[in-house]
């Protein structure tokens, strides 16, 4: 079984400032990948980043960065320089290798919230 | 080019009514996914097809049948449905499950739908 925590239901961050939106999983497979994704109001739920179990180093993608923590078991995505174009909810989500084919388990969700 | 496009956008139908939602993507991804989300709540899977047979099928009600004519196109028929269907349907596709673990799932901007 997998399990995804998200405990933020809301943040809020200044503009321009950096943000850090927590995320914890469980799970018994040896090996996942770990993803986020941002969902606007308009609906659309868009990748942002991916993080493999074994991977050695941080993915990172643009003012996107994943704080990887095999030991505690968490995914902590970090936006960075926020803008008001960040304002949107965030999934986090994992895939292990020996989940059902297709099967992705997504966490709560936390809403962002960029002021200006 | 990472699009999924999803049509239509808006759909109102009452209860007697049958309508289909459409997906469809040519990113030559093999495998492709229905989901429902209700408002401010993770996505739930409900169907996925891999090559074009369906593969997992999460106990959803036959009122939603799903359809995968080629590797390209992802239909959702519609018939009979409750207004507690009314929800965000979102499409989705990846490179085919249970391949490597980072295959990342791309989603449509979805269509809301409306149950009278």
């Known amino acids: 079984a997998q399990k995804i925590t998200q405990t933020q239901p809301g943040m809020f961050v200044q503009e321009k400032e950096a943000v850090t939106l927590d995320c914890t999983y469980d799970?018994?497979?040896?090996?996942?990948?770990l993803f986020w994704y941002k969902q606007p109001s308009s609906g659309e739920m868009i990748f942002l980043i991916y993080?493999?179990?074994?991977?050695?180093q941080n993915a990172t993608e643009g003012r996107y960065s994943l704080n990887f923590q095999k030991a505690r078991k968490s995914a902590n995505l970090v936006i960075s320089a926020s803008q008001l174009g960040d304002s949107a909810m965030y999934f986090c989500?994992?895939?292990?290798?020996?989940?059902?084919?297709?099967?992705?388990?997504f966490g709560d969700g936390t809403t962002l919230t960029v002021k200006p | 080019d990472t699009e999924v496009t999803q049509t239509p956008k808006h759909l109102v139908m009452g209860m007697t009514n049958k309508k289909s939602l459409k997906c469809e993507q040519h990113?030559?991804?093999?495998?492709m996914y229905w989901y429902k989300q209700k408002a401010k709540k993770p996505p739930e899977l409900m169907f996925v097809?891999?090559?074009?047979?369906?593969?997992i099928n999460e106990s959803v009600p036959s009122r939603f049948s799903p359809e995968c004519p080629n590797s390209s196109l992802l239909n959702l028929h519609l018939h009979a449905l409750q207004p507690e269907d009314s929800a965000l349907y979102l499409c989705?596709?990846?490179?085919?499950?249970?391949?490597?673990?980072?295959?990342?799932?791309?989603f449509g901007p979805g269509t809301r739908l409306t149950v009278l």
């Open positions: 989705a596709s990846s490179l085919p499950p249970g391949g490597a673990m980072t295959d990342t799932q791309y």
């Open positions: 799970t018994s497979d040896p090996s996942y990948g």
């Open positions: 993080q493999g179990s074994y991977d050695q």
């Open positions: 989500a994992m895939r292990g290798h020996n989940t059902n084919a297709g099967k992705s388990t």
């Open positions: 990113m030559g991804h093999r495998a």
């Open positions: 097809y891999s090559y074009e047979k369906l593969s």
